[in-house]
């Protein structure tokens, strides 16, 4: 089955600085990469995807890129916030029909004011 | 999200008791999961379905048991046969049945299940 590793487990920055969480995958018919952001107490909140036929997609200051060669794909937060303190998960979708999420361990981000 | 509602929001389980914790969704979605989630790990799925009295066991489904009569509602018993039930328990939903392709989960904010 399919198996994704995440890091850094823990990644500490200071507000107005970039994070980057990196994640890879095992299958390579994987084609769905969901972003996930889990606040205390919560559920994890989707943040952004991915599909497998686009290499990069933005939104305001998030960004996520694709290297499906590599098998690996990132999540990046430019300008930094407070408010961005949480759990992020990545996850990749299998490639059957009941198109499972498989999921990475979670970094805890801590953003510095 | 606010379509999807767990409870209780806590739950305590004595030796060798059974309990039940509930899903129910507004959405109109198809799909509805049950995740497990451990400290410092990720989620790990424990049952799925993707239509009505349909469904199917995740990775870790030892010592649950669910049922999927009504497409709103989706619940999970931990049984006595669960011997480590404490964990966080997150209820997901997805729009579309088995061949819609890949769309978002979306989840609900979860139950914390204890040991008395």
């Known amino acids: 089955g399919e198996n994704v590793e995440q890091h850094p487990s823990t990644l500490s920055v200071q507000e107005g600085d970039s994070a980057v969480i990196k994640c890879t995958y095992s299958?390579?018919?994987?084609?769905?990469f969901p972003w996930y952001k889990q606040e205390l107490g919560k559920g994890p909140q989707l943040i952004i995807d991915?599909?497998?036929?686009?290499g990069e997609k933005k939104d305001q200051r998030i960004a996520v890129t694709l290297n499906k060669t590599a098998k690996h794909f990132s999540l990046h937060i430019t300008e930094t916030q407070p408010e961005d303190s949480a759990v992020y998960f990545c996850?990749?979708?299998?490639?059957?029909?009941?198109?499972?999420?498989?999921f990475g361990s979670g970094t805890q981000l801590t953003v510095l004011p | 999200d606010g379509g999807i509602t767990q409870s209780p929001k806590y739950l305590f389980r004595k030796e060798g008791q059974n309990v039940t914790l509930s899903c129910e969704q507004n959405?109109?979605?198809?799909?509805m999961y049950w995740y497990r989630q451990d400290p410092g790990q990720g989620l790990r799925l424990i049952y799925y379905?993707?239509?009505?009295?349909?469904?199917q066991k995740g990775d870790i489904a030892e010592g649950y048991s669910v049922s999927r009569e009504k497409k709103e509602s989706f619940p999970l018993t931990v049984t006595s046969a669960q011997k480590n039930p404490t964990a966080f328990y997150l209820c997901?939903?997805?729009?579309?049945?088995?061949?819609?392709?890949?769309?978002?989960?979306?989840f609900g904010d979860g139950t914390r299940l204890s040991i008395l």
């Open positions: 997901a939903t997805k729009f579309g049945g088995p061949f819609s392709g890949n769309q978002p989960q979306h």
């Open positions: 379905s993707q239509i009505v009295n349909d469904f």
């Open positions: 299958d390579s018919a994987s084609n769905y």
């Open positions: 996850a990749a979708s299998s490639s059957g029909s009941a198109r499972q999420l498989t």
């Open positions: 959405l109109n979605h198809d799909a």
């Open positions: 991915i599909r497998s036929n686009v």
